[in-house]
């Protein structure tokens, strides 16, 4: 029984002295970015294999599928241990930490799982990225509503909203949505299938003192499949200057008409969307799925710009990221 205990103390040391390490590293750096929210740890130590992302004075964790099974007592007792190893590395309360376990892929396609509810502790923080503020929820979900590793990608699409018609889809809490209307867009349409992001989305914006005005004019958060969307506003001949698309790898939510796999349906998705872009316009594609690339011979006529390494912040440096693409309207015939 010894065994198990004196494994799990030198585990919890291991990591104490790595999260001390880049704790005093990041602080810096983020003070200079003007943020309190990023990536303190990732996966750095193989038989330590969580994702702690401090937000404020608290931290959000993940525990990832570990190469042999562990009894879950044992796995709930060495989760203990380590948020005492992250309460005294980085002095912040244990009720502050809040550290949950991801499964495989496999068990995320059991319809929306990675959005689904875990708990109504409902521990909010707001965290602060350059001129702008985010509500997370650290507690209730797997995600908490902001993901660090697209950072930049929210200064870009601040930097290009300026006197732009925006259409944001898979929005979640619309935090990009926000961005290019804070950079001085005309008009975002923020498009999900969940009305709880969707109000989330507008605290955000209230947040930043952009409340929507008389019919959410000119930010709308709009509940629709975006299949469906994509396809009516195609129909009313509806168009806009950037389009943000940023699908989840795989979907069958009872709420959808039909299932996504990003893999499959990426081409169909994209030509959608290009359909929709005025004149000069761009789109802006992400995916998390691994490995994936979009094939140019599929859109042959439209330039594809891998945008992934310049989006990669100083927190994120040698790790696994979300990737982006820019897809440009088609030049004139």
């Not at 908490?144 to 590793?149: K, N, Y």
């Not at 935090?175 to 999900?192: F, I, P, Q, R, Y």
């Not at 795989?250 to 290009?274: A, H, P, Q, V, W």
Request: glycine content about 6%; charged content about 30%; proline content about 5%.
């Amino acid at each position: 029984m010894e065994q198990p205990q004196i494994k799990t103390g030198a585990q919890a040391e291991l990591l104490f002295n790595r999260l001390r390490k880049r704790h005093k590293h990041l602080k810096k750096w983020a003070r200079r970015a003007g943020t309190d929210a990023y990536r303190l740890y990732d996966k750095d130590i193989p038989e330590i294999p969580l994702v702690l992302d401090l937000y404020g004075n608290a931290v959000s964790g993940a525990l990832y599928n570990r190469p042999y099974e562990k009894d879950e007592n044992e796995e709930a007792l060495w989760l203990l241990a380590m948020a005492g190893a992250v309460s005294k590395a980085l002095e912040i309360p244990k009720e502050h930490i809040f550290l949950k376990r991801r499964r495989k892929l496999k068990w995320r396609r059991e319809g929306g799982v990675q959005y689904s509810r875990l708990g109504n502790e409902h521990f909010y923080r707001d965290v602060h990225e350059r001129d702008l503020l985010f509500r997370v929820n650290l507690s209730d979900y797997l995600d908490t509503g902001l993901f660090p590793d697209a950072r930049k990608r929210r200064a870009l699409i601040q930097q290009e909203g300026a006197g732009k018609k925006v259409l944001n889809l898979f929005a979640y809490t619309s935090t990009l949505s926000l961005c290019a209307a804070k950079g001085g867009a005309l008009e975002v349409d923020s498009v999900d299938l969940s009305n709880t992001y969707l109000e989330w989305g507008k605290v955000n914006f209230a947040l930043n003192k952009l409340s929507p005005g008389e019919n959410n004019a000119p930010w709308r958060f709009i509940r629709a499949d975006v299949l469906v969307f994509l396809k009516e506003a195609a129909a009313k001949r509806q168009k806009w200057d950037i389009i943000i698309l940023d699908p989840p790898s795989f979907s069958n939510s009872k709420k959808m008409k039909e299932t996504l796999d990003i893999r499959r349906d990426y081409g169909e998705l994209i030509r959608l969307c290009l359909r929709l872009l005025l004149p000069g316009g761009k789109l802006f594609f992400s995916t998390n799925a691994r490995g994936f690339h979009p094939d140019q011979s599929d859109f042959p006529r439209r330039p594809i710009r891998d945008l992934s390494p310049a989006l990669v912040d100083e927190d994120f440096r040698g790790k696994r990221t979300s990737s982006t693409w820019e897809i440009l309207a088609e030049p004139p015939k």
